[in-house]
């Protein structure tokens, strides 16, 4: 069965796709970090950061409608975590409603944390999802190999990679394997049978792991993922980098 | 035929961690350049076998390769020497890309760089998959990862090379394809299979395991046509035979 990858677009070509995987690693983290820090209510601030993100798109070639298709993941998670900060907040009440004996007012100082919550996550996705389509996706783990981030991550993340579609495909054949004997069961059994799925997933997985490393081995390995590949920073890299940091203190320097 | 030894197995027993016997007491010498097939039913103990071959599980007693023990001190020389192929291509191509999972074995080895990448275009070459070192194995057909799972061990140039079940899930042109790949590969062979078109071309000798003993172990073309022998431990016996006695020689099992 064939999946869509993570990095679907990676293997374009542009000025972005071209920086050293570190510098796109370190500069989306100051990214992040500048959208974090900047104090809600800060709207001219996020105005400059979607045009930097928008700028970014454009210089990647990255299609619009799908960095912005992909970015509306993020939203179910957002509002499923902030949706009720609204209703709590203290402060000056927007409307009110009664619902037999309840009383829920809505407040405009909860309401601003609720859109806040919301742009900041969008503009880290957002700047996320440039990262990893104008990355390949070994590229971005021998980025953060060289950054010394700690093997093990780096080692996970790689199988994780790796093995994602895999057992996708396991799942998908079971789940296909169980319609195939299913003749309306009640619900009851279809939740046992999809702990009974889980269950047999972890067990494959595990015993696949196994394999994996005896294969490992098999071919010398001692504990050390050893990278060869040879990355380089270039002058690019120090432009693209020092113009985005100067960027993203711009309206911290301009308006306070 | 050189008289060296390649394996040599004296009395080797391993029991399972739950318990199981999985295999007892296995006598074997292969010499060098020979190509030996492993046949048995599933559960024979066929891939334990394999696996001792390179230290990865441990029986009774010492195993040598080509004269050195497989024991802690040799096993990077062991594990050079011998070129393991796991039954599925998955769990033999772990890396990111194509690249990455043929130059795993001699980064690990320690070569240079540019060993390295005369070793992946040598390996990739002689199992024809060059220009496809950017591919990532997961998007490979069943028949192409096959062959990269086995660039994957010539990357380190063995002098033994141990298949397990090496054209399960093929179909029979990559089957073909594939047999005519391994004969190209002079070094000495130990392939597990119950596929006896493939073991009839390939080997010249052939063991049969079963219940974790060596029950038989002759020239190919003797063990083949002993149909009975065949039967009773569970082995197809290839088209255009009498199938009656077989059938009850099944049955009586």
């Known amino acids: 069965m064939k999946h869509s990858f993570i990095d679907e677009y990676s293997g374009l070509d542009s000025f972005v796709h071209r920086l050293d995987p570190r510098t796109k690693l370190l500069c989306s983290l100051a990214f992040i970090l500048a959208v974090v820090l900047t104090p809600a209510g800060a709207w001219r601030a996020f105005a400059i950061y979607l045009l930097i993100i928008l700028g970014l798109i454009l210089l990647s070639r990255l299609p619009m409608r799908y960095v912005l298709k992909r970015s509306l993941v993020i939203f179910p998670f957002v509002i499923m975590i902030a949706i009720f900060v609204p209703f709590f907040k203290q402060g000056e009440v927007a409307a009110s409603y009664d619902i037999g004996a309840w009383h829920i007012a809505v407040t405009y100082e909860g309401l601003s944390v609720l859109v806040n919550v919301i742009v900041k996550s969008w503009l880290c996705i957002l700047c996320l999802i440039v990262l990893s389509s104008s990355t390949k996706f070994e590229e971005l783990l021998h980025g953060m190999f060289r950054l010394k981030v700690p093997q093990v991550f780096v080692q996970i993340t790689s199988f994780m990679y790796r093995y994602m579609f895999v057992i996708a495909d396991q799942a998908m054949r079971m789940q296909m394997a169980r319609d195939s004997r299913n003749f309306g069961l009640n619900r009851g059994n279809i939740f046992k049978t999809m702990g009974n799925m889980i269950g047999m997933l972890f067990i494959r997985s595990y ?3 196994e394999r994996i490393y005896a294969a490992m081995l098999s071919r010398g390995y001692n504990g050390n993922i050893v990278v060869v590949n040879q990355l380089r920073f270039r002058l690019p890299d120090a432009c693209f980098a020092l113009s985005l940091c ?3 203190v711009c309206p911290a320097v301009l308006w306070w | 035929m050189s008289v060296d030894k390649a394996i040599e197995i004296k009395g080797l027993s391993y029991v399972y961690p739950d318990g199981q016997c999985g295999l007892k007491d296995i006598d074997l010498t292969v010499h060098c350049g020979e190509s030996v097939a492993l046949i048995g039913p599933n559960g024979a103990g066929k ?4 696996l001792h071959l390179n230290g990865i599980l441990r029986g009774s007693t010492a195993i040598s390769i080509q004269g050195l023990q497989v024991v802690d001190k040799n096993i990077r020389e062991i594990r050079k020497k011998v070129g393991m192929v796991f039954q599925d291509p998955e769990d033999q191509l772990f890396s990111l890309n194509v690249y ?7 980064v690990n080895m320690g070569f240079t760089q540019e060993e ?3 070793r992946v275009k040598q390996a990739l ?5 060059r220009g496809y070192e950017k591919r990532s194995s997961h998007h490979l057909s069943i028949g192409e990862k096959k062959r990269v799972a086995i660039a994957t061990v010539l990357s380190l140039d063995p002098e033994i090379l141990a ?3 090496p054209t399960s899930s093929l179909d029979p042109r990559g089957k073909w394809a594939l047999t005519e790949l391994l004969r190209s590969l002079h070094v000495t062979k130990i392939i597990a299979s119950h596929d006896l078109d493939l073991v009839s071309c390939l080997c010249d000798r052939i063991i049969i395991l079963d219940q974790g003993r060596i029950v038989a172990d002759g020239r190919a073309e003797q063990i083949l046509s002993d149909k009975v022998l065949l039967a009773e431990h569970g082995l197809a016996v290839p088209a255009q035979t009498d199938p009656e006695p077989l059938i ?3 049955i009586e099992i």
Do not use: H, I, Y
Not at chain 2, 47 to 50: I, K, R, V
Not at chain 2, 125 to 129: A, I, L
């Open chain 1, 207 to 209: 015993e696949r792991a």
């Open chain 1, 246 to 248: 100067l960027l993203l």
């Open chain 2, 47 to 50: 891939s334990t076998l394999l």
């Open chain 2, 100 to 106: 990455e999972d043929v130059s795993f074995g001699p």
């Open chain 2, 116 to 118: 390295v990448d005369r």
């Open chain 2, 125 to 129: 070459q002689k199992v024809g998959m």
């Open chain 2, 163 to 165: 298949l397990d079940e």
């Open chain 2, 248 to 250: 009850s020689a099944m």
